[in-house]
């Protein structure tokens, strides 16, 4: 089942904050968010694994909520190098398939 | 040195033939899988392979045929092109329990079908 992701698009101002949502209609595992810039491969950015657990790297951050089946990207003090397509990918039942959203585009204005 | 590498990059055929897309890893990974990345961005798993055996096989026509002679190297083989195979084709890799891992794309192979 595909996780659904909101919003499909945002426009920001360099230094503003946005934030990416993904939800799932099944129970979840784990949570992989990845980044895709135009003509490039996707690339992680982190995982969250079931538990509840916050993440993040640099002004990058993610929640998983199991309870709500959700998990949320959080950007802040956003970039110009921000923009892109970010993608959740769930997994449920350990299976090892991560089936990915269909994306967020964010495009970040100087 | 490229981590996941495919060839060719680009790939422009005409329908009914045949083409392969070849992959292969550096990394030491267990696990390469096969992404589809159609005209709306939507990434969506076809095969997955563990160890040269087949782990994961999406509803995907049995027209795609994915064959993996090592753990380094996944290759797709499509027969009979149609127009609604053109897409990105994404190979990957990762360890697994891929829960707790990372997966590596390599750059895409843009196939248009005319």
């Known amino acids: 089942q595909q996780p659904v992701q909101s919003p499909q698009a945002v426009i920001l101002r360099e230094g503003e904050d946005a934030v990416i949502n993904c939800s799932s209609s099944k129970a979840l595992y784990s949570v992989h968010w990845y980044r895709q810039k135009h003509g490039e491969a996707p690339v992680f950015l982190m995982i969250?694994?079931?538990?509840?657990e916050q993440k993040g790297h640099d002004k990058i951050s993610a929640s998983f909520n199991e309870k709500k089946q959700q998990s949320s990207l959080y950007l802040t003090a956003s970039q110009l190098s921000y923009s892109g397509t970010y993608f959740c990918?769930?997994?449920?039942?350990?299976?090892?398939?991560?089936?990915f959203g269909k994306g967020t585009r964010l495009h970040i204005l100087p | 040195d490229t981590a996941v590498s495919q060839t060719p990059k680009y790939l422009v055929t005409q329908m009914g033939n045949d083409k392969s897309i070849k992959c292969e890893q550096n990394?030491?990974?267990?696990?390469m899988y096969w992404y589809k990345q159609d005209s709306k961005k939507f990434l969506k798993i076809m095969f997955s392979y563990n160890n040269k055996e087949l782990i994961i096989n999406e509803t995907v026509p049995n027209r795609f045929s994915p064959k993996s002679p090592d753990k380094a190297h996944l290759n797709l083989h499509i027969n009979s092109l149609e127009l609604g195979d053109s897409a990105v084709y994404f190979c990957?890799?990762?360890?697994?329990?891929?829960?707790?891992?990372?997966?590596?794309f390599g750059e895409g192979s843009w196939l248009t079908v005319v």
């Open positions: 969250l694994l079931k538990g509840g």
């Open positions: 990394l030491g990974h267990d696990t």
């Open positions: 990957a890799s990762s360890r697994l329990p891929v829960s707790g891992n990372t997966i590596y």
């Open positions: 990918g769930t997994e449920s039942g350990r299976d090892d398939k991560i089936i």
